[in-house]
Structure formats: C-alpha cells, structure tokens
C-alpha cells in the first residue's frame, strides 16, 4: 500500500508548480530587458573604450529615468492581483488601464525633460571629454523611448496581475529579437556608430508597447471594462505607487553613485563597471523572475483573504530565491572569460573586470533573498514599508561608496560596498517578513 504525501510535501509541490508556472516564462521575459544593454554594450563596446564609456554613462542616466517608474508595473500587479484574488475581472482590467493612462503621461514629461537637458546630465555624472560626446548622443536620441518604455512597464503588470506571464515572454522576446538586428544593421551596416544602437532601441521599444497595447485592449473589450482615461484612476494609481517611486529612486541613487564613482576612476574602470553592472542587472532580473511571481501568487492570496497561504508561499519563495542564487553565482565565475571577450578585447579593462566579477557571483545568494522579498512585499501592497528600508540603505551605503575612491581597492572595492548595501537591505527585508505586518487580506489594501 502506497503512503500518500504529507499535507507539508504536498503543499510544496503546489508552491512550486505555481511558482514554476509563473517565474518561469517572467523570467525569460526579464532577462530579455537587461539583454537590451548588453546586446548594445557588446555592440558598442567593438566601436571602441571611449564609445563604451559613453554608453555607461547614457545607460546609467536613461534607465534612471525609466526605472523609477517601476512602480507602474509593480504597483499594477499587485492592484490587479488582489482584485483577481477577490474575483472581479473587469475592475482588475480597469485599475491595470488606469496605470497605462499614468505611464503615458509620466512617459511623455520625463522625454520632455531628457532630452534638452542630456548634455547637462552627462557632464554632472563625471563624463570625461573623450566619453561625453558619445554619451549625449545615445541619451537624447533613446529618450525618445521613454513614453513607450513606461507603457511596457503598465501593460507588463497588468498581465501579471491577471496571472499571465507567457505574453510578456513572447512579446519580450520579439523586442530583444529586434533590438539585437537593428542595432547590428544601423551600427555596422548603415555606419551610424553609437546613434544607430540607440535608434534599434527605441524602434523596438514603441513595437513592444504596440503589442502589450494590442493585448489589453482586447482583455478590457471582453470583459466590459472602460479603456478611457479615468482623472480619479489614474490619480489613485498615482497616489499607490508614490512608496515604490520612493523605494526605487532611493534604489537608483544606489546605482547613480556607484557609476559615478567608477567614472571618477578612470574610462577604463568604469568601462568595467559597465560590463559588470550589466551582467548583476542580467541576474537581478533573473532572480526577479521569482520575486515577479510573489508579486501576483500574494497578491492573490491577500485578494481572496488567504494569509496563511501568503505565509506558506513567502517561505517557499525564499528558498527558490536562495538556490537560484548559488546557481547563478557559480555559473557568473565559470564563464568569466566568455564574458570579458563578448564585450571588449582591451586587456587593461580585462584585468580590472575579473575580480569585480568575483564579488557579485559572491553575492548572489544574497540578492535571492532580497529580491524576493521586496516581491512579497510589493505583492502585498506594503509600499511605505519599503520606502522608508531603502531610505535608510540608502544613507548607510552613500558615506561608505563615496570614500572609495579616497580608500583605494578601485573597481573591486566599489563593489564590495555594493555587496554590503544588499546584506542591509536584506536585514530591513527580513524583520518586516517575521513580523508578519504586510499580511493585510481584501480586495484592496
């Protein structure tokens, strides 16, 4: 006689096939938005150091400008999720339209002010002579991207919300797909250097908001739901994001100070520092993957008032994001070489890349734990708590990057400092966990 699984083995399985279910196709289509810089730093890179430094800086600026905005994604999916949870469709799609109303908005100011002021933005990063006009040339001309950008953010949460991660996947891949030829045939082909990467990106970007556009119309038609712009939606969206916006600008500041610091060492620093800041936003996005699916599973747990089933699903999360952290380390140091040659073949950017390198596959079990429980909390709608965690990491990591360059250890120092900014934030993560406070049940939070 065959014993049945315990209700714990059993519960498991069904965390992990729903996890699977969902992380799965996210994080190919995660991986994808990273894979646009790197396919553009690789491209770049061949044209020459300076032309790479320059990419560092404008890449810096533009995803600054975007990623803010995150919030139009992360908020999205959680609002949409817990009204999926409670078992209304057709409210779920209008909150989800009210964020693409807010991204379009959002996305045409920030191009608005972009692209004057990019000569401006370059030289305030610390941009070299040799670097800055490579860099204003990639900013202005990518900034007209940034409307669509945002719309890909919206429409990308609200497909989550509603549990569908595939078509992200698909549409992701057909944007990366584009990216990656255009840039090769406007660089090389057409001759247009630097400006013909910047070019293929935004082509690729307004394709990919088409689509997801395409897609929720015709969810907002079934369902009944209003595809008109709503004052008081798109104000509450607004009003539910402004933690997360807190949150991420806190985050981006993080980022803006390291890519600062590595510019005031020298273009060949910080054109390592763009190779490898590249390859930790590729895992980070990998690792989101799962954060990504705790967005939408407690999103949904909470909508439907479940919150021991919250409970279950974090902790499983957890250990996911832990196991993919090992792996992804392991794999960052075996194929280190393969890395160095696909973006440049400078030798001195080489020495100062490999052991930077070796501290981010160091960290990466780390960053499991960190992005998956920001997704648990985002999930759950606990944005204020996570603006004021990376408020405070923020204060404790700027003192200690800023005395780098004063300290010395270069590239591979700045990047340890990078390490001890995410063990913080996984402290601050952590407590809010075990205190069980974000596990707030109903329809809307």
Known sequence: ????????????????????????????????????????SAIVGHLGTHQLAGLAIAASLLMTAV??????????????????????LAAAIRQGMDGIWLATFLGAAVAAVTFPFAPRLVRLLGASDTAAPYAITYLQISSIGIPAMLIVFAATGVLRGLQDTRTPLYVAIGGFTANAVLNVVLVYGAGFGIAGSAWGTVIAQYAMAAAYLTVVIRGARRYGASLR??????????????????????????????????????????????????????????????????????????????????RQACRRMVQWGVASGVVLGILLVALRPLFASLFTDDPSVHDVLFPALLVIAVSQPIAGVVFVLDGVLMGAG????????????????????????????????????????????????????????????????
């Not at 400092?417 to 707030?440: E, F, N, P, Q, Y």
């Open 1 to 40: 006689m065959t014993q049945a699984p315990s209700a714990p083995k059993t519960l498991r399985r069904r965390h992990d096939r729903e996890i699977i279910a969902l992380a799965l196709p996210a994080f190919a289509a995660l991986v994808a938005e990273p894979l646009f810089v790197i396919v553009d």
């Open 67 to 88: 990623s803010i905005f995150v919030f139009l994604a992360y908020a999205t999916t959680a609002a949409v999720a817990r009204r999926v949870g409670s078992g209304d």
């Open 229 to 310: 712009p709503d004052a008081t939606g798109i104000r509450a969206s607004a009003q539910g994001g402004a933690p997360l916006l807190i949150r991420t600008l806190s985050l981006r500041a993080v980022l803006m100070i390291v890519t600062a610091v590595a510019a005031r060492l020298g273009d060949t620093e910080v054109a390592a520092h763009q190779i490898v800041l590249s390859l930790w936003n590729l895992m980070a996005f990998a690792l989101d993957a799962i954060a990504i699916a705790g967005q939408a599973i407690i999103g949904r747990y909470l909508g439907a008032g479940n919150a021991e089933g919250a």
């Open 382 to 445: 606990d944005g204020p708590y996570l603006a004021w965690a990376m408020l405070a990491t923020l204060a404790a990591f700027a003192p200690i990057a800023l005395l780098v360059p004063v300290l010395g250890g270069g590239l591979t120092m700045l990047w340890w400092a990078m390490t001890l900014m995410m063990i913080i934030r996984m402290g601050t993560l952590w407590l809010r966990m075990r205190s069980g406070r974000w596990m707030v049940t109903g329809a809307t939070r």
